[in-house]
């Protein structure tokens, strides 16, 4: 069984308007964010194998910020293809996975995340699902795990095993 984590990039900023859309850094809130995912995802226990994470510095500093709570784990690849792809082409990059690793944390933009979620989700929760559909905000994470190789990963392949957004888990910090 393979495990796929589909993380959309905490908030940006948008205080310095003379930034390319590439180098916006996090806002605060984002920053917040990666606190309460980086507990989420430690809480999971094994690291991804795999994280492919796109060159934009948003989620490039998303990933910086909630890897010390992963400990080690697998190879990280900085992937300029995430960072203007759509679904169809995160779809493809994930098709390139080799069969060595089992758990994939891809960190990239919406509105290919959710679409590629949406896209691969065919069974789970429908709950969940109808969250997804509802809004895949900045620092939310679906997890969705599959069988079979990634070369052979397909629509409507994958299980939708959980959806958590930031402010559910900062509220349940805070419980």
Same mark, same amino acid.
């Given at each position: 069984?393979?495990?796929?984590?589909?993380? @959309? +990039? #905490?908030?940006?900023?948008?205080?310095?308007?003379?930034? !390319? !859309? +590439?180098?916006?850094?996090?806002? #605060? @809130?984002?920053?917040?964010a990666t606190v309460a995912i980086?507990? +989420?995802? %430690?809480?999971?226990? @094994?690291?991804? !194998?795999?994280?492919l994470c796109s060159t934009a510095r948003r989620t490039v500093e998303t990933w910086k910020r909630i890897a010390p709570a992963l400990g080690p784990g697998g190879a990280v690849e900085l992937d300029?293809?995430?960072? #203007? #792809?759509?679904?169809?082409?995160?779809?493809?990059?994930?098709?390139?996975?080799g069969d060595e690793s089992s758990r994939v944390l891809l960190i990239g933009h919406n509105p290919a995340i959710e679409d590629l979620t949406l896209t691969l989700v065919g069974s789970g929760d429908t709950r969940l699902r109808?969250?997804?559909?509802?809004?895949?905000?900045?620092? %939310?994470?679906?997890?969705?795990?599959?069988?079979?190789?990634?070369?052979?990963?397909?629509?409507?392949?994958?299980e939708l095993t959980a959806f958590v957004r930031p402010k559910d888990l900062e509220r349940a910090e805070g419980a």
């Open positions: 069984m393979r495990k796929l984590l589909l993380l @959309r +990039h #905490a908030k940006s900023s948008w205080d310095d308007t003379s930034l !390319d !859309d +590439h180098d916006r850094p996090l806002a #605060a @809130r984002g920053r917040r980086a507990g +989420h995802l %430690a809480a999971l226990g @094994r690291p991804p !194998d795999l994280v300029e293809r995430i960072y #203007a #792809a759509g679904a169809v082409q995160l779809l493809r990059r994930l098709r390139e996975v109808r969250r997804v559909a509802k809004k895949y905000p900045t620092g %939310a994470l679906a997890t969705m795990c599959f069988d079979g190789t990634w070369a052979d990963l397909r629509g409507g392949a994958g």
